[in-house]
């Protein structure tokens, strides 16, 4: 912009300057918020799923506990 004067091209890339740092700003501003709010949703379902797997773990072992117990304990006393 040669048609400016010095003070003018200044105040001109001081103004620039200005609104790219608020610009940048507000986006570090918004990144922090999505990455804690997708923090909290990950920490949820990680919670979710690791309560799902412990409850599927207990249960296939009570059922293996219930088939395999009794099966041995049948062999013996019924002699077979």
Not at 37 to 54: F, G, K, P, S, W
Request: with cysteine; charged share 25%; hydrophobic share 45%.
């Amino acid at each position: 912009m040669p048609w400016l004067t010095t003070s003018q091209r200044h105040e001109v890339v001081r103004l620039y300057v200005t609104d790219r740092i608020d610009l940048v700003r507000g986006i570090r501003t918004r990144t922090a918020e999505r990455n804690r709010a997708l923090h909290v949703e990950y920490i949820r379902r990680y919670e979710a799923m690791r309560d799902r797997l412990l409850c599927t773990v207990v249960a296939v072992a009570l059922v293996t506990a219930t088939i395999c117990i009794p099966v041995p304990l049948l062999v013996l006393l019924t002699g077979d």
